[in-house]
């Protein structure tokens, strides 16, 4: 029974899940150009704090970094959901999910104004990623601009 019960698994998803950590710095690069294009406006200043907050987080040169979120924003045309990315990031410890959110309000702020989109997407990916809200909240207000 539990042999079939398996075999029906392997053949919904014959594939394990990727967690590579190329796989997930390009899930965050992906999150991180989801949060920016948000509101329709391409920014330098969100660029620039794209770039350096991939770096920051996943500690990878910067020209490694301008690729990934460049391959980031080509793939927003075909991103059904914030759930694709996600998924690759969920075995990412507490604080480091905090980093990431504090990181997708930061790229929000970096043009001066959070866009009610911005926001949305940003409180979705804390939800999958299974942040509470306390914990969003935080996120949020240390990077507000005083």
């Not at 390009?26 to 920016?36: F, Y």
């Not at 500690?59 to 996600?86: C, H, M, R």
Request: with cysteine; aromatic share 6%.
């Amino acid at each position: 029974m539990i042999r079939k019960i398996s075999q029906l698994f392997q053949k919904l998803n014959p594939e394990p899940l990727e967690t590579s950590s190329e796989s997930q710095h390009q899930a965050i690069a992906g999150l991180l150009c989801e949060v920016s294009h948000a509101d329709s406006v391409a920014d330098l200043d969100e660029h620039q704090a794209k770039v350096s907050l991939l770096q920051k987080i996943t500690q990878i040169p910067e020209s490694e970094s301008i690729a990934l979120i460049e391959k980031g924003a080509q793939q927003l045309k075909d991103a059904v959901s914030l759930f694709e990315y996600t998924t690759q990031l969920r075995a990412m410890d507490p604080e480091q999910r905090f980093e990431l959110i504090q990181g997708l309000w930061e790229v929000a702020y970096a043009d001066g104004t959070v866009d009610p989109q911005e926001e949305a997407i940003i409180r979705q990916v804390a939800e999958l990623l299974y942040v509470d809200h306390s914990e969003y909240i935080r996120a949020k207000l240390s990077v507000v601009p005083h």
